[in-house]
């Protein structure tokens, strides 16, 4: 990996070719090896990323257990489909999260998605099941749900519904799903229910996960 931008040797190769067999594509070769540390940043915004987290992540990140989770995540088949990064605030889970989108910005060929793929939980809670962001949040290949546990739950139930409409449809279409959240198991059984943990639980033997974190806070 390029320690400058830590663009992936995948992509480097991948431009190395085209400038090798002369595919008539410098400015795209120029584009993909010399994309800057802020051309990466600002995909990473577009998509939701908070800025904060961003600057982490372009400082270094720690090698904490959630990244290495994450890491090994990255490698799953597409049954795989979900990793529940639990525990405690200040373990680096929200961290974790991001650097998986930010590899995935890597690794695209071209220029990356726009599309919102990071959401906190409290936002998903505000978007009706009737609005175009619903469908959007469905149709990301990738998608990481960060705190969740921390929103308001009505007494409808109307945020449950939406999340298990939600986790149902990536769930069904082998879709990429990280979420972060200071619950335990069993307290996030029991508040989303059986069927939205059965449908994480799905792909545990593939290699997704609901792991929770303890430790000192790296916030300390």
């Keep these: 990996m390029d320690s400058a931008t830590g663009i992936s040797k995948r992509v480097l190769d991948f431009a190395e070719k085209i400038k090798e067999e002369g595919w008539g594509c410098e ?7 010399e994309r800057s540390t802020s051309d990466l940043s600002t995909y990473a915004l ?70 919102m793929r990071w959401w906190t939980a409290a936002r998903v809670s505000r978007v009706s099941s009737y609005n175009q962001e619903l469908e959007k949040m469905m149709q990301v290949s990738v998608m990481v749900i960060d705190d969740l546990g921390v929103e308001y739950m009505d007494k409808n139930g109307h945020f449950s519904h939406r999340l298990d409409e939600l986790i149902d449809d990536r769930y069904s279409n082998y879709k990429k ?43 300390a």
């Design 177 to 219: 799903t990280i979420i972060t959240t200071n619950l335990n198991k069993k307290d996030f059984q029991a508040r989303y229910g059986n069927r939205v943990t059965d449908r994480i639980r799905e792909g545990f033997k593939h290699g997704g996960d609901y792991l929770e974190f303890n430790g000192r806070s790296l916030r």
């Design 46 to 115: 577009k998509q939701g990323m908070p800025q904060r987290i961003i600057d982490t992540i372009i400082g270094g990140c720690s090698d904490t257990p959630a990244m290495q989770a994450v890491s090994k995540f990255l490698e799953a088949p597409r049954e795989g489909w979900c990793l529940v990064l639990g525990g405690p605030k200040g373990l680096g889970k929200s961290t974790a999260a991001a650097y998986y989108l930010w590899k995935k910005i890597l690794d695209s060929e071209g220029e990356p998605s726009s599309k």
């Design 27 to 33: 400015d795209d070769v120029y584009s993909i090896k």
